[in-house]
């Protein structure tokens, strides 16, 4: 595969309504929101969605979710000394050799980066190693404040048997949501790093397809089908390694209005790719 060559700069807008994007376990898992009532979607809920994408357009990761484990593995350790198992005894014993061979098996090792910091196993080394990924992603924020609406719900279903033999009480809980909300997301692609992690521009067309596709299948509760929707995903790609222009300025030319109209100011030799 082609080593990525070039820079990319990219910019990820989505709109939100009447859906949970991300609850914050701290708040009663309330939607994230920032000191000026901005909305917030972390960056490591974003990472989780496009690895899960990744996943489900058949490649293999290494930080899975419960929901979508499917080695039978129940943990980072298990999986990695399990890969470490299948090294030979002179690779085990090289971290420049385990870094690359982590990178060229998980596809979101060689995106993102891994801290390896794991206890010795049977027949395995204790390992302790970084991968520095090329890919780094911002956590979004809404356009402008959000409304937050809170509803009480009520679960009237028979859950625990009584000794009278009648239905168990009710119990009341609460369900919040933002009505509505355009966010946006920036990021970066380095060509050094994918260097050192064998990303390839292959894995950068895989990257953009998962952006551009980053809440297919991601519903639930908090998020039913169609509440939540990308409006454009703008993909930069410079003519260099070092870029054309620093990220904060290809970021800063995206310009995002409250109904998620999106314009791009021109940079001179920089043509963006506006997906939708």
Not at 78 to 97: C, G, H, I, M, V
Not at 172 to 181: A, D, E, I, L
Not at 223 to 232: D, T
Not at 243 to 248: L, T
Request: aromatic share 8%; with cysteine; glycine share 8%.
């Amino acid at each position: 595969m082609k080593m990525l060559q070039n820079k990319i700069d990219f910019a990820l807008v989505f709109e939100v309504k009447n859906a949970n994007p991300n609850g914050d376990p701290l708040g009663g898992n309330r939607p994230r929101t920032t000191s000026d009532g901005l909305g917030e979607v972390s960056d490591v809920c974003l990472k989780r969605k496009i690895r899960n994408r990744f996943q489900a357009m058949g490649h293999e990761i290494f930080v899975q979710s419960d929901d979508n484990n499917v080695d039978g593995l129940n943990s980072l350790s298990e999986r990695f000394n399990s890969f470490l198992a299948t090294l030979s005894k002179d690779e085990q014993k090289s971290k420049e050799t385990i870094s690359a061979k982590a990178c060229e098996k998980w596809l979101d090792v060689r995106t993102f980066g891994q801290v390896f910091a794991f206890k010795k196993a049977k027949d395995t080394p204790e390992v302790s190693l970084g991968v520095r990924g090329p890919v780094t992603i911002q956590s979004a924020f809404s356009v402008e404040p959000v409304i937050i609406e809170s509803i009480q719900i009520t679960k009237s279903v028979n859950s625990e048997p009584t000794e009278t033999g009648k239905k168990s009480s009710d119990t009341m809980g609460m369900k919040h949501r933002v009505s509505k909300g355009v966010y946006v997301t920036y990021g970066s692609i380095s060509p050094q790093l994918a260097e050192k992690t064998g990303f390839s521009e292959t894995d950068a067309a895989i990257l953009k397809e998962a952006l551009r596709t980053i809440f297919d299948g991601d519903e639930s509760s908090a998020r039913p089908s169609g509440s939540m929707r990308v409006l454009k995903l703008i993909w930069f790609t410079h003519n260099s390694k070092y870029g054309q222009y620093p990220s904060f300025k290809v970021h800063s030319s995206v310009k995002v209005a409250k109904d998620g109209t999106v314009t791009v100011e021109s940079l001179e030799g920089l043509q963006p790719e506006i997906l939708e």
